[in-house]
């Protein structure tokens, strides 16, 4: 069974940074592109960003809001994936969820969630 | 403002049947065949129901069916059960400047 763990969420204020860990288990992580979404309270879903594998190059992609303040890296020995946040918004806040998906698919297929972890800002 | 968007609201009674529409624009739905649909009960994590615009994960009840035309993709949930009631939200991939884009969500009452 995947399983995925996020955390280090918390309460920050503006202009503050956080990083946020997420585990994973259940998959082979090394050939996983991994990705975070968010969502604030009572709002829809929105992608923040993705890593690709090493194998893929590693390459990363982000959303327009949050290009050139957050930065997405992976730990393949510990099977762990972070986002680093820089620049804190108030529109920023979020539950922020830890995504994967189906091999093949993994930019548009996300069938793995994280619980999720909050982040405030304020 | 979500790129893709979604009615906010939708009902049936139970047996049932609902479309949920997802309009998006020559970037996204228009240009990939790569939308994806997804469950959400309250205070839980989002549920893949359909990817590749028509293709079920395993496990996902063939209640649950997509389709596409143009720059619009539904969702069509027969048979509808209390179960059911839940946020909906469509996902595409995306040429414009953002990857991945979803829709606003629509809730389903049943």
């Known amino acids: 069974e995947v399983r995925l763990v996020e955390s280090g969420g918390g309460l920050v204020k503006p202009w503050g940074s956080l990083r946020l860990s997420c585990v994973a288990s259940?998959?082979?992580?090394?050939?996983?592109?991994m990705a975070w979404g968010r969502q604030a309270p009572g709002k829809g879903l929105e992608w923040v960003g993705r890593?690709?594998?090493?194998?893929?190059?590693?390459?990363?992609d982000y959303a327009a809001p949050v290009k050139g303040r957050f930065t997405i890296s992976r730990d393949d020995s510990k099977n762990t994936v972070y986002l680093q946040m820089k620049s804190l918004k108030i529109e920023d806040t979020a539950v922020y969820y830890c995504i994967t998906g189906i091999k093949g698919h993994y930019d548009d297929a996300f069938d793995m969630w994280g619980q999720g972890t909050l982040v405030t800002v304020s | 403002q979500s790129a893709l968007t979604q009615p906010a609201s939708v009902s049936g009674s139970p047996g049932q049947s609902i479309t949920i529409s997802c309009t998006g624009s020559g970037a996204d739905i228009g240009a990939y065949n790569y939308v994806a649909w997804y469950q959400q009960h309250p205070g839980k994590a989002p549920k893949l129901l359909i990817y590749?615009?028509?293709t079920r994960p395993s496990g996902i009840s063939t209640r649950f069916s997509g389709s596409k035309s143009g720059n619009t993709a539904s969702l069509t949930i027969s048979g509808l059960q209390a179960e059911d009631e839940a946020d909906y939200y469509c996902?595409?991939?995306?040429?414009?400047?953002?990857?991945?884009?979803f829709g606003g969500g629509t809730t389903l009452t049943v």
């Open positions: 590749e615009v028509t």
């Open positions: 890593i690709k594998s090493k194998t893929s190059g590693e390459g990363t």
């Open positions: 259940g998959l082979t992580f090394s050939d996983a592109w």
């Open positions: 996902g595409s991939y995306s040429r414009g400047n953002t990857l991945v884009v």
